[in-house]
């Protein structure tokens, strides 16, 4: 026992919970406070403690007692597995038990070791005195190089104290459970994470309630995305989606980070109006013929990011290709892409305003055509930098030689050509070149241009109505 401590400090201290650097324990630990009635984890009373501790091995011996995890009322012993394997409450020999005996059992498990038996060293997370030593029934173990470097040898897990066990022991309200992997969402934000560990532990005490899992989950991503775009505050840190099974057929850990500035972005285009107008777009820039939008979508966002404004870029050119048409959702989309570029790419905006400076007087030229032909040859230069620097030269003259352009900028600066073109320092050419037309169709849009030979395939257009999937639309009636 700790040096100078009466034994009702430990107990104290055994009843209150400390935020640790390990993402998992402070996932269990803003559970445990919801459990226990708190906002955060310091607020945590020893009583509240222990109201939520009970509430918890109450929970276990219910899940325990249906003994078969197909049942539809099986569910959180089915969690149980992924979490706690071999555990008082789903263990084969427990379950072959009386009642009685199941309950003592996972009472038994549920409550602190006797001080006498505590191993004289400190929790591995927390510092504070170890009340003994956690495996894998207790704790997901697969981040195994800290299990590696903790443990001593002849023992079979972490020291740990009695709040940080129990912190992992509320875990699961706090995760989105699949049944199968487990996705936690944890961020440095904690503000943030109270928000989503607290609506996680309303959806799951529900679950438990009624027995049956959540609706089905579209992609592991969504899960974030969804609560980003549900949360009201400006997010001070990024966000990290933890995957994991503590399963006896293999323990996983998958990590997936979102840094702040995207999680912010994307958090902020479901709030502001000027935004949002666009999401349905940036959902059907994201569609494929075998998911919805809003899974490409999320993916991109932890999984490549600079894929996002070349999706935008890539509908509407699709889209431009098929009609003829300046997309009607052109501007929209273009807004929500400059922001992406100079908020999440941290695009300088002179240089933005370079390529749109450029757009603009494009626009202006082509919006004096009646027919869409010098669009799509402009268009059809996308892909082939000679054949665009080519095309915007001719441009630039004509603009130069018409006498209503006279004393204004040339149409193509020296910035704005070396950001198109230079490909001597970075990879971004082609994408400038994707923006510079997306700014094009955004000033077409802007200038009400409608090509005479457009009408004809207006009215299949009109059919075709942008129609985003089940999936999607649902996703979207979800924010309302
Ligand atoms: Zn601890």
């Known amino acids: ?33 919801d459990l226990a ?3 955060r984890p310091e607020e945590v009373t020893p009583e509240g403690f222990d109201a939520a501790v009970a509430k918890m091995t109450a929970d276990a011996i219910q899940a325990a007692k249906v003994r078969d995890t197909k049942r539809p009322e099986g569910f959180w012993l089915k969690v ?6 071999n555990s008082k409450m789903n263990h084969n020999a427990q379950l072959k038990k009386s009642d009685e ?92 994470l109270a928000y989503v560990v607290s609506g996680q532990v309303d959806e799951n005490r529900r679950i438990i309630a009624v027995g049956q899992p959540a609706d089905k989950i579209l992609a592991r991503e969504v899960v974030a995305l969804d609560a980003l775009r549900h949360y009201g505050k400006p997010l001070t840190a990024g966000v990290e989606l933890l995957v994991f099974s503590n399963n006896n057929k293999g ?16 958090r902020r285009t479901s709030q502001q109006p000027e935004l949002r107008q666009g999401f349905v777009s940036l959902l059907l820039a994201h569609v494929t013929p075998t998911s919805p939008g809003v899974v490409g979508l999320a993916r991109n966002a932890f999984h490549a990011p600079e894929k996002i404004p070349a999706a935008c870029a890539r509908y509407l050119t ?42 603009r007087g494009v626009a202006l030229l082509l919006s004096r055509e009646s027919s869409g032909g010098k669009l799509r040859e402009f268009n059809s230069t996308l ?23 006279k004393g204004s900028q040339p149409l193509l600066s020296s910035r704005a050509f070396q950001l198109l073109f230079d490909t001597s320092t970075d990879n971004q050419a082609p994408f400038h070149r994707q ?39 649902k996703y979207l009636e979800g924010e309302e």
């Open 318 to 359: 699709d889209r431009f290709d098929r009609s003829g048409l300046v997309p009607r959702d052109a501007a929209d989309l273009a807004r929500l892409c400059f922001s992406f570029v100079i908020e999440v790419m941290r695009m300088k905006e002179s240089d933005l305003a370079e390529l749109r400076a450029t757009a």
């Open 383 to 405: 892909h082939d930098q000679r054949r665009m620097q080519d095309w915007l030269r001719r441009q630039a003259v004509e603009w130069k030689l018409d006498p209503k352009n």
């Open 101 to 192: 005996e199941l309950d003592a059992g996972i009472r038994e498990w549920r409550t602190p070791p006797e001080p006498a038996s505590w191993p004289g060293v400190r929790c591995v997370l927390c510092g504070r005195e170890a009340v003994g030593f956690y495996g894998k029934v207790d704790v997901p173990l697969a981040e195994s190089h800290l299990y590696r470097n903790t443990t001593p040898r002849g023992h079979a897990g972490l020291a740990l104290c009695w709040p940080c066990v129990c912190s992992f022991h509320a875990l699961p309200y706090g995760c989105r459970l699949t049944g199968g992997p487990s996705i936690a969402l944890h961020s440095w934000d904690e503000r943030f």
């Open 37 to 39: 009635g708190a906002r």
């Open 80 to 85: 149980s597995l992924s979490f706690f394997p």
């Open 435 to 473: 923006l510079l037309f997306i700014a094009v169709l955004e000033e077409l849009h802007r200038l009400d241009w409608c090509p005479k030979d457009a009408a004809e395939v207006a009215k299949e257009i009109a059919e075709e109505s942008a129609a985003l999937g089940v999936d999607d639309t």
């Open 251 to 266: 323990q996983t850990l998958d990590i997936h980070c979102l840094e702040q500035p995207l999680a912010e972005w994307l």
């Open 1 to 33: 026992m700790g040096g100078g401590m009466s034994v009702t400090d430990l107990d104290e201290q055994q009843r209150r919970l400390v935020l640790t650097a390990h993402p998992l324990q402070r996932v269990g630990a803003y559970a445990l406070a």
